[in-house]
């Protein structure tokens, strides 16, 4: 069983940016597709980005509109870690942001995934 946990959440103004990291224990993580959610204050989760596991769709991604652009999903399956690097923040960035696993890809639902980390929290100042 795979166990997930984010890092590199903090405060950033608007325009800026952060890199998140998802550190994966086990030996499975490559078998895994892989996701970002966040939760912003008294709104429900929403999907970020995904992408696929290794085999046929190494590499591929998939965004949420509201994200195209300005973030890019990637992973290293040799480290074990999944990264979300946030560019031209918006203050509607702000939120807890989950990492998630999944046997799906693309799987922009959260219930497509069965593994998740404990967040980490992004505040964008404007």
């Known amino acids: 069983q795979v166990q997930l946990v984010e890092s590199g959440g903090g405060l950033a103004q608007a325009g800026g940016s952060l890199r998140l990291s998802c550190a994966a224990s086990?030996?499975?993580?490559?078998?895994?597709?892989m996701g970002w959610f966040r939760r912003a204050p008294g709104k429900e989760r929403e999907f970020v980005a995904a992408i696929g596991w290794a085999g046929g769709s190494t590499g591929s991604t998939y965004y949420a509109e509201s994200v195209k652009g300005r973030f890019t999903i990637s992973r290293d399956n040799a480290k074990n870690t999944l990264y979300l690097q946030m560019n031209s923040l918006k203050p509607e960035d702000t939120a807890v942001y989950y990492c998630a696993a999944s046997r799906w890809f693309p799987a922009p639902t959260g219930d497509k995934y069965n593994i998740w980390g404990q967040g980490t929290q992004v505040t964008v100042s404007s």
């Open positions: 086990g030996r499975a993580f490559s078998t895994y597709a």
